[in-house]
């Protein structure tokens, strides 16, 4: 218990509060507990600025009724306020924690532990071109940059059934794949891959689920690589060959939209 008007005592009872915290604080069966830990942290560390505060002025009001070891009143003066001028600094850098730690509270504050509706993200495949088709779109990303790149690419993105044919597949990944080589842009919802070397570009959309329906890898589930050996390969039928009918620049719905008409030659 603090007396409140004995320090030794007192530094002596928030020193052995502080090991028990450090050893209480190896594990936190309630995550949410953090937030309040954090917050006595932060009156904790504003009463150590005080303290600091009071150690260095003690310092300085005794400077000159003080020697040092060889009984010489000048250096007795003169570590006094050395003293008091490591305190101040400390206090100093107290300051900063102080505004790390109100930062982090704020952040944590903010935190809902164990959703019952928890989201996570996954990457779904949307395009993959190598050869010839790539090398039109890396030509496109040279002279207009990565962002007409990706917008180009996002025709083929067609929603739902799009995501629907890479769960099918299993072209879904935790992350955007980049394999050696590689170069990555991202804009919004979207992720582009390109390599000019290899001669291959594709396209990833971001995709939230349930974290329930998230594939466990752990219990053996595999996803494969996304990266065919020839462009022919990873077609979809009707919508590639509606691309290549309706000519490269052509939105793939419309020509998809043509050739469902009878339209296409």
């Known amino acids: 218990m603090p007396t409140y008007t004995n320090p030794t005592s007192d530094a002596s009872d928030a020193y052995e509060a502080l090991r028990g915290l450090a050893h209480a604080s190896r594990s936190f069966e309630d995550p949410s507990e953090t ?37 010489e009143y000048s250096g ?37 532990w164990n959703p019952q ?19 039109r779109v890396i030509d496109l990303i040279d002279a207009h940059g990565v962002e007409a ?11 739902e059934e799009t995501t629907n044919a890479a769960l099918e597949n299993g072209d879904v990944h935790d992350t955007a794949p980049v394999y050696p080589g590689d170069r990555q842009a991202e804009t919004g919802d979207y992720a582009m891959t390109y390599n000019p070397m290899a001669g291959h570009v ?13 594939i466990d890898k752990e219990a053996g589930a595999h996803v494969p690589a996304r990266r065919p050996t020839t462009g022919r390969e990873r077609e979809t039928a009707g919508r590639r060959s509606a691309v290549r009918d309706g000519g490269w620049f052509e939105h793939p719905g419309v020509a998809a939209v043509k050739q469902a008409r009878g339209l296409s030659l």
């Open 35 to 71: 937030y309040v830990v954090i917050g006595e942290l932060l009156g904790g560390l504003r009463s150590l600025r005080q303290v600091l505060d009071q150690l260095a002025a003690a310092h300085l009001s005794r400077q000159h009724h003080v020697t040092d070891e060889s009984r």
């Open 76 to 112: 007795g003066a003169a570590e006094a306020l050395a003293a008091a001028d490591e305190l101040h600094q400390a206090g100093t850098l107290i300051d900063q924690a102080d505004d790390r730690l109100s930062a982090a509270m704020t952040h944590s504050g903010r935190i809902v």
């Open 117 to 135: 509706d928890r989201i996570v993200e996954r990457w779904v495949g949307v395009v993959f071109l190598q050869g010839e088709e790539a090398d």
């Open 149 to 159: 790149g990706i917008e180009h690419l996002s025709a083929w993105d067609y929603g």
């Open 202 to 214: 594709a396209l990833y959309r971001r995709h939230l689920i349930r974290a329930e329906d998230a």
